[in-house]
């Protein structure tokens, strides 16, 4: 599939689950502000949305997922919770940039998973995925980020969601070289699945 192709196609996918039905068991969404960007799924006690819909998340059910219930957020849930801001230096300028958004406790926490999670699995739309235990969430402090230099991150740059830390701020990750610092750090951030063991 051509790359651009795929942006494309991962773009209108991010906005699917916002068109379906609010929640299955009588639970009610929450109002929405624009399409949803992140998806929580996994052990969390505040679900707005129900199960994932074959037909409809195909990108999720491409990259094989599944779930029952799910907590998600459009770009103004995630810019209503406090923020962070961080200056690492990017593996891919070599250059300190800004970025902005809230801590992923505060993300998990909204969801209902506080910070009980044993790992959480954070995965882009292009399919990479990593495991990042509740310690190194909690210890690099972890944000998702939504801005990039005072503007919102946009889909086909590193956005529009962003899982990272200020690696600057860690002597273990300034003793690496810098394109080894961000594996954790999945750009292009759209699904967290909670795990508590």
């Known amino acids: 599939m051509k790359k651009r192709h795929f942006l494309r196609l991962g773009a209108s996918m991010l906005a699917a ?13 929450a109002p929405s502000s624009g399409p949803v960007l992140l998806t929580v799924t996994g052990d ?6 129900g199960a994932l819909d074959p037909a409809l998340d195909q990108m999720m059910h491409k990259q094989k997922l599944a779930f029952d ?14 923020a962070v801001d961080i200056r690492p230096t990017l593996e891919y300028d070599g250059r300190r940039h800004s970025l902005r958004g809230p801590l992923l406790t505060e ?14 699995a954070l995965r882009a739309i292009d399919g990479y995925a990593v495991l990042v235990s509740r310690d ?22 590193l956005g529009p969601l962003w899982a990272v830390y200020d690696a600057d701020a860690f002597p273990e990750m ?9 594996g954790q750090c999945p750009w292009g951030l759209y699904h967290i699945a909670v795990r508590k063991g």
Not at 44 to 49: D, L
Not at 69 to 82: E, K, M, N, S, Y
Request: some cysteine; charged content about 20%; proline content about 12%.
């Open 17 to 29: 689950p916002a068109a379906l039905p609010a929640m299955a068991a009588g639970k009610k969404a």
């Open 174 to 182: 300034t003793a690496r070289p810098l394109p080894e610092r961000f």
């Open 107 to 120: 993300v998990l926490r909204a969801a209902g998973a506080d910070l009980a999670p044993e790992s959480c």
């Open 136 to 157: 190194d969430i909690r210890k690099y402090r972890f944000i998702v980020a939504t801005h990039l230099d005072g503007k919102p991150i946009p889909l086909g740059g």
């Open 69 to 82: 219930q799910a907590r998600v957020f459009a770009f103004a849930a995630l810019a209503a919770l406090p």
């Open 44 to 49: 969390i006690t505040a679900p707005n949305r």
